[in-house]
């Protein structure tokens, strides 16, 4: 058990030097006046008070909650049907199709965003293939579909893996016995498979939910700069405007939000728990 203490010291350091430091800073950046040194800063909530009184602020803020929403949504309609299909295919077919959804993760995130601007741009391969059946949907590129698209293709592997881990979990006794009480394949689906699933969905929710909220690179390369969110406020403070103050405020702003948001959906994982045991 020593052995195992000592090993772990290695981690702890890296930890307290690569997570617990930089959020020091961050807190004494977001509470200091600009100009201040660590050891002698002056105590401020001006950064706060800032943001919360700037209507583009919070209209921002709001884009960017709304647009973390509808790409969780989408993921969770889209990828629940895929997460099924897979759990009951053959073990063979179900590791191919994973792979098939895992193989895009393994290439960086910044490249993969980077190839949707030659997909959706004017004479792109989307709006090409369009065009074949008379279908005209004007500038796609630098739009809110664009960043949705943008976000979707990027999380939605997360949504997946999730509800197919929870599907195949699921004790398969269960589906048999609702079988032998009459209950028809939608009658199973809604009262056995879909709550039975449904940590896996809040699981899926929490992993797409909070990237997407806090994203910066997908609205700007997608969205041209015309689409900005949250993250994009905080890296334009941060590099282009210089006011780490006010960027780390609003980082921690954001670190706020992303908290609640895990409580929230911890308490409704606790309460479909709850429910799931008393039916048991």
Do not use: C, Y
């Given at each position: 058990m020593k052995k195992f203490s000592q090993l772990a010291w290695p981690y702890m350091v890296w930890v307290a030097l690569m997570i617990l430091l930089p959020m020091i800073l961050i807190m004494l950046y977001a509470f200091t006046k600009p100009g201040n040194d660590i050891i002698s800063f002056s105590f401020t909530l001006d950064h706060f008070k800032k943001f919360f009184t700037d209507l583009d602020f919070l209209l921002i803020l709001w884009r960017s909650l709304l647009i973390a929403l509808k790409t969780t949504l989408i993921c969770v309609v889209l990828g629940y049907p895929v997460a099924y299909f897979i759990a009951r295919s053959s073990d063979r077919l179900r590791n191919i199709l994973i792979l098939v959804i895992t193989l895009p993760m393994w290439i960086n995130m910044l490249v993969r965003t980077y190839a949707w601007i030659g997909i959706l741009t004017k004479d792109g391969i989307l709006q090409t293939v369009l065009s074949w059946f008379g279908i005209d949907t004007g500038e796609i590129l630098y739009t809110e579909t664009a960043v949705l698209l943008g976000m979707v293709y990027n999380f939605i592997p997360f949504m997946i893996l999730q509800i197919n881990t929870s599907l195949c979990k699921m004790d398969k006794s269960l589906l048999e016995a609702s079988n032998d009480l009459g209950a028809n394949k939608l009658q199973t689906f809604l009262r056995v498979t879909l709550p039975l699933s449904?940590?896996?969905?809040?699981?899926?929710?929490?992993?797409?939910?909070?990237?997407?909220?806090?994203?910066f690179f997908i609205p700007k390369l997608l969205g041209g700069g015309q689409f900005f969110l949250i993250g994009?406020?905080?890296?334009?403070?941060?590099?282009?405007?210089?006011?780490?103050?006010?960027?780390?405020?609003?980082?921690?702003?954001?670190?706020?939000?992303?908290?609640?948001?895990?409580?929230?959906?911890?308490?409704?994982?606790?309460?479909?728990?709850?429910?799931?045991?008393?039916?048991?």
């Open positions: 449904l940590p896996g969905v809040v699981s899926g929710i929490t992993l797409v939910f909070l990237p997407a909220v806090s994203s994009n406020v905080i890296e334009n403070q941060f590099i282009t405007v210089g006011e780490w103050n006010f960027g780390s405020a609003i980082s921690m702003i954001m670190a706020m939000v992303m908290m609640l948001s895990m409580v929230l959906i911890r308490k409704i994982e606790d309460k479909n728990n709850g429910k799931g045991r008393k039916h048991a």
